[in-house]
């Protein structure tokens, strides 16, 4: 059975810094891309970035430049480094995880809160 397990989130000032993990344990194999969702309350959940099994990267726009999705293919993680963090960027995370055969993996989401 797969799990994926989120760690990282927390409360942090406007300005400041987190990293966010996802860690998939069980049988996963032929993982293809990774990614980070997030859902602020009353709104829909919403991609934030995703990095495909070669490298490549991609981002909503309103993290561009502020965060950097990455992965560790051995370890079958995939991390979101947050910088210059806002109050509009709080929400619960959540990362997916694609095999190549089109099976989707959720995690339970972290809960990442920006405020003074």
């Known amino acids: 059975q797969v799990q994926l397990v989120e760690s990282g989130g927390g409360l942090v000032q406007p300005g400041g810094s987190l990293r966010v993990s996802c860690a998939a344990s069980?049988?996963?194999?032929?993982?293809?891309?990774m990614s980070w969702y997030r859902q602020a309350p009353g709104k829909e959940r919403e991609l934030v970035a995703d990095?495909?099994?070669?490298?490549?990267?991609n981002y909503q726009d309103s993290v561009k430049g502020r965060f950097t999705i990455s992965r560790d293919n051995a370890k079958n993680t995939v991390y979101l480094q947050m910088n210059s963090l806002k109050s509009e960027d709080t929400a619960v995370y959540y990362c997916?995880?694609?095999?190549?055969?089109?099976?989707?993996?959720w995690g339970k989401g972290t809960r990442v809160t920006v405020s003074s």
């Open positions: 990095i495909s099994s070669g490298g490549r990267t």
């Open positions: 997916r995880i694609r095999t190549i055969y089109g099976t989707a993996y």
């Open positions: 069980g049988s996963i194999s032929s993982v293809n891309a």
